[in-house]
């Protein structure tokens, strides 16, 4: 089970460990049930941990407009399992969990300060 908190701005986080060639990372990621992808590291983050690039992606923001992001494999330590996700590149400092990486799962959040985020896999 991951546990995670929201924040006093309302946002939904978990604390994600983000695995590189040489060393890995803990990262808040922001969970956003808008983003229908995987995963979106910031650009920094990304050269840090040193992961591949192997393609880009099209994508349509909330508000319409077409952008276009580098698309990177990252490993990521999901229920105890490490699991290969493609990763969005971002320019923004932020990170984000998309609901791909969210299939599977039972997700609660206690939409208070400071309330609990539990993801749970569905047997």
Do not use: C
């Amino acid at each position: 089970m991951i546990i995670g908190k929201i924040r006093t701005d309302q946002e939904a986080v978990i604390e994600l460990e983000v695995v590189g060639l040489n060393h890995s990372e803990k990262v808040e990621v922001v969970i956003d049930t808008g983003f229908t992808g995987y995963l979106m590291l910031p650009s920094d983050l990304i050269k840090r941990l040193g992961l591949q690039l192997i393609g880009n992606r099209r994508a349509i923001l909330g508000d319409g407009s077409p952008v276009s992001f580098d698309l990177y494999l990252a490993k990521v330590v999901w229920h105890g399992s490490t699991r290969d996700v493609p990763t969005l590149g971002a320019k923004h400092d932020g990170a984000l969990l998309g609901m791909s990486m969210l299939s599977g799962s039972r997700v609660v959040l206690e939409v208070i300060s400071d309330g609990t985020v539990t993801i749970a896999p569905l047997a």
